[in-house]
């Protein structure tokens, strides 16, 4: 199975329907099975199309330019956090080619705030998605940082892995707004919960830099930050994984490059290894 990352920055990108086309092609030279894709915009004041979805939402928009492309397997799930730059509901987005089982969905605040106004509440989306036989929860997420005192990271960590199902092999997507090669933090944090990161499982790897100089959030940046991670609550047979969309492979299209990984079908192979003392608050 192959899952991409990417945290979009959407509506906020210079070239921006240029950048969509290049997500898209390369949805479909992938054929990724699940993507979690994180700041995931549609304007306020834009007409809905279904649900709580508007016209000009990000996902949207890109399920119908893989739809030109001839791919038309995929479908989105969707929610907002909060009102960005006073005119965006900004949110988090699941696409996936496979079955979302019936009850299947899942959206919930991991802050404290509960407010939409306030740019640091946040939420996260999560699917159960049928695989062959196997049903895998995914989680698209993007959190706050470790030394907010508003929302401090360790807190949204806790909410977000009580309301995991234990029993089930899951995967958590996305933005964590704390450096993966940064100690004592967040980051460790997360290793500590017993939650495993499948770039260190990953058979082969490059250097997982996802963030190189300021970025909103990281004004005064002056690192190379590994932010973006695909993590398992338990160990999988990962072959890769990878960096995309930073120049070297395909096209920056965000402030963020993403990251692709793929693993060995459980179905086809032994079970996954349960971590012992996972989920501990």
């Given at each position: ?28 030279e992938k054929s990724y099975d699940v993507i979690a894709l994180q700041e995931i915009n549609q304007t306020i004041n834009e007409d809905i199309a279904f649900s709580n979805i508007k016209q000009d939402n990000f996902a949207l928009v890109l399920i119908q330019e893989l739809e030109k492309l001839g791919c038309s397997e995929y479908t989105m799930l969707w929610d907002f956090s909060h009102i960005g730059y006073d005119k965006y509901e900004e949110g988090l987005s699941i696409i996936t080619k ?184």
């Amino acid at each position: 199975m192959k899952l991409l990352t990417l945290n979009c920055h959407s509506w906020m990108e210079e070239y921006q329907e240029e950048k969509i086309k290049i997500i898209a092609k390369t949805i479909k030279e992938k054929s990724y099975d699940v993507i979690a894709l994180q700041e995931i915009n549609q304007t306020i004041n834009e007409d809905i199309a279904f649900s709580n979805i508007k016209q000009d939402n990000f996902a949207l928009v890109l399920i119908q330019e893989l739809e030109k492309l001839g791919c038309s397997e995929y479908t989105m799930l969707w929610d907002f956090s909060h009102i960005g730059y006073d005119k965006y509901e900004e949110g988090l987005s699941i696409i996936t080619k496979h079955k979302i089982i019936e009850e299947g969905t899942y959206s919930f605040f991991i802050s404290s705030s509960k407010d939409r106004e306030f740019w640091k509440t946040r939420k996260v989306i999560g699917a159960s998605i049928k695989v062959d036989k196997q049903i895998i929860d995914f989680y698209s997420c993007h959190l706050g940082w470790w030394e907010d005192e508003e929302e401090p990271f360790r807190k949204q960590v806790d909410k977000l892995l009580s309301n995991m199902k234990k029993d089930r092999l899951t995967f958590l997507m996305g933005d964590f707004n704390n450096n993966a090669l940064t100690r004592d933090e967040g980051y460790d944090y997360l290793m500590g919960k017993g939650i495993r990161d499948t770039y260190s499982l990953a058979k082969e790897k490059d250097c997982g830099i996802t963030v190189k100089g300021e970025i909103d959030g990281w004004d005064a940046n002056k690192n190379d930050l590994r932010l973006d991670l695909i993590l398992a609550n338990k160990e999988v047979d990962v072959n890769y994984s990878k960096v995309i969309f930073n120049d070297k492979n395909g096209p920056v299209v965000s402030d963020h490059y993403g990251v692709e990984i793929d693993f060995n079908d459980i179905s086809e192979g032994k079970s996954p290894t349960s971590i012992s003392g996972s989920y501990m608050l």
